[in-house]
């Protein structure tokens, strides 16, 4: 474990020595490959003076977290019902299916112009493109969950005298909740994908417009520097989010415990 | 109903009348997997159902149980025709069938909670039966941390919990070792004469069957039907070394075969 963790950590110096090395022999140009002291210093520059128009780098984090939970948020409170009702019955199922199928496959970030037009380039557009991404990765994976419960367990709790609501609350729920999970984490990772183009328009905050400013003013150590944050910031959410469900659902622990 | 030529005769407790069974059936070229089964279970017997792997062991026991619907016939448990699982039918599978996102104390205590047993009567019941299987010290593990052993003992404490009146258990200690085995059976007989059920016990094993039941029912497959009934008159504790049982043991063994 210790020792793994001090091999790739020596991996990734000596990656970043070679990426440094190779820059000031020239053989790549620091304006396409910004060497690693030039990003670190970009860094720097972002945490002092800020970029562009003195923005800071956490102004740019805090204001990129926020849309994504919104967005997040909005979409998995709504997805959660919505899916628990469609998997529950049958006919809707049947009659949601097509439709489901079709929204989801849209890319998100094509419904860009027409949002614009309904929403304007505020705040509202960029919440609600997330939503959507998030909307359907979620919605999709409550209504597996609930539909394909093991019918042992439902066979189970029948001989043992469970009633309808009981069956739903303390049977389905529970047995549908590691898939939900995995559609929360995979939403999760859709609102990563749709925020940085969201961000692209009407706005000089958050991380995605970071990252398109620097493009205009030719700073791909910027550009970098953005991306690192998105990155980092993708991890630590998802972490935790998987502590959370280490914590919700002690019991599906020993389940993943298969090794190949 | 009342018949007064067989007054004296206990009426039975489960009666299957003709039960047959096609699986898939808007398709009446597909085989029956049950064809005709009439049998009688009297009150507090406990009968084994043996037969080869695939004969409709299972599938009978399930439209016992009301969780399978037969093709044709039905089964009355007390004169009533079976319309659904529970309501006194305790059940075993094949298949543990635990709730995964439970413990084991939890999983015992499902069906008195289904009935609404206080939270502190519950987990007394369940603490005793899981005394019981000798999964003293395994309340609190998950299914998933436990081995399918003592799963399986989980899974028959479950079935105890509510007392129902009637046990259907479908190979339940096919899962144990030896030892272990043998130690269930003494359980479930030492369950079986203090509480007054009615089981209907299937299993793979002839020694098994003889060592536990009143009455053993042959089937034979395709169609699944009855072959043989063999009676089992001798008083328990049984031994297997018994001459009287090693005969039996060889009869049932030829009709098997
Ligand atoms: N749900 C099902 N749909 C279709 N066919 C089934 C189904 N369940 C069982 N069968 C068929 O019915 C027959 C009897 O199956 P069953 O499970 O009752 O056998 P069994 O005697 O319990 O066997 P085993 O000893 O292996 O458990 C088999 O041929 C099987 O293929
Ligand atoms: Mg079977």
Redesign the interface.
Known sequence: MVTSRIISGLCLIILLLLWQFAVMSGFLKPFQFPPPSRIGEAIVELAVSGFPNGERIWTHVGITLWRIIQGYVLAIGLAVPIGLLIGTIAVLDKLTLPIITFLRSVATLSLLPLVIIWFGTGELTKVLLIAYGCFWAMLSNVIAGVKYVDPVMIRAARTLDTRPLAMFVRVVIPAALPRMFAGARMALGVGFMVIVGAEMIGTIQGLGALIMEARTFYRSDITIVGMLFIGLLGFTITSGLSWLETILLPWSKGLSEVRR | MADPARSDVAPSKIEICGVSKRYATDDPDTPLVLDNINLAIGDNEFVTLVGRSGCGKTTLLNII?G?VESTHGDVKVNGRTVS????G???V?Q?H??????TALQNVG??CR??GVHKAERDQIAHQLIELVGLHGFEDK????LSGGMQQRVAIA??LA?DPEILLMDEPFGALDELTRLEMQDELLRVWSAHKKTVVFVTHSISEALVLSDRVILLAARPGRIRREFPIPFPRPRKRTDPQMIALYDDIWKSLA
């Open positions: 149980g969780l659904g699982p529970g309501q039918k305790g059940m599978f298949q069938a635990l709730f995964p996102w439970l499902f069906g289904n009935k998950y299914p998933a941390e479950r079935a509510t």
